[in-house]
């Protein structure tokens, strides 16, 4: 059988239904139909890509790779296809928060002086992969170790950790904050694409309790509503600022690992140029600094 586009499409659907029954009614398709093109799907791959076991349509591990790799494909193709990238071919830039932190409008500035013919699009996507995985970025900026598979990474600095806050915070009255001053407090935990987890504490020493949220906005009303406080890196302050949020530097934390990360094989052919300019730019810095 000859995969097509419909094929991938109508997959895709699947996986995020969960259902079959809804997700032909969403492609507007009957249920017999569909079901033939998951068998033949199946039988093209040579791997079984859903439990139909229970009620709710479960991926196999199998189906988990191939829903990422028909979201990139299919990513790409509509990209392709965009009449707007005939002209100019964007550089999609993603990031779960951040971005590059205070470097990251210097990166757009020197982008766009030094290459205007290819626009550099930076985008916040609430996920792991800052947009990888679905085919939405050629490229992201990860903090934390990047484990998601097929990614190449290349490390550009790291960044000491802060604890945020409340205004009305007793914390705020420390210069410094240790993770023992933290464990009577609740932790905001983003879940998504945060890099505090709780194995940053002695498994003895944890606190007790978490608030867990599934992105930056969220994580950052909870601290200042004080329901919590949080740990992040030395580039929020800059970028995320808000008025009912203190910052303080946390003293016994290891620092975070930002990456920028691609997928593996063919890639946007401007790449490698971000990835020199982002180097060059934090050597400037640096040298700057010294």
Known sequence: MTVELRHLRAFLVIAEEGNITRAAARLHLGQPALSRT?????????ARLVDRSTHHLDLTAEGRTFRDKAAVAVAAVD?????RTLKSWPLRLG????????????????????HPETPLELLRIDDPTG??????????????????????????????????????????????????????????????????TMDLWPRTARPAATVEVTN?????????????????????????????????PLADAPPVPVHLAWPEGPTHPA????????????????????
């Open 38 to 46: 998951l068998r033949q799907l199946e039988d093209r791959l040579g």
């Open 79 to 83: 990209n392709a296809l965009n009449p």
């Open 95 to 114: 990031h779960p928060w951040a971005a590059l932190g205070d470097h990251t409008v210097p990166l757009l500035r020197r982008w766009d002086e030094t």
């Open 131 to 196: 947009g990888l995985a679905q085919g939405r970025a050629d490229a992201a900026l990860l903090r934390g170790e990047v484990t998601a598979p097929a990614l190449r990474t290349e490390l550009l600095l790291t960044e000491a950790r802060v604890v945020v806050m409340a205004a009305d915070s007793p914390l705020t009255a420390l210069p410094e904050v240790t993770l023992a001053d933290l464990v009577p407090h609740r932790i905001a935990l983003n879940t998504v694409s945060g890099t505090t």
């Open 216 to 248: 930056t906005d969220e994580w950052l009303m909870a601290i200042a509503a004080g329901r919590a406080v949080g740990i992040s890196t030395t580039a929020t302050p800059g970028n995320h600022t808000h008025p009912s949020l203190i910052f303080r």
């Open 271 to 290: 790449l490698p140029a971000l990835v020199s300019l982002a180097h060059a730019l934090l050597a400037d810095d640096v040298r700057k600094a010294q």
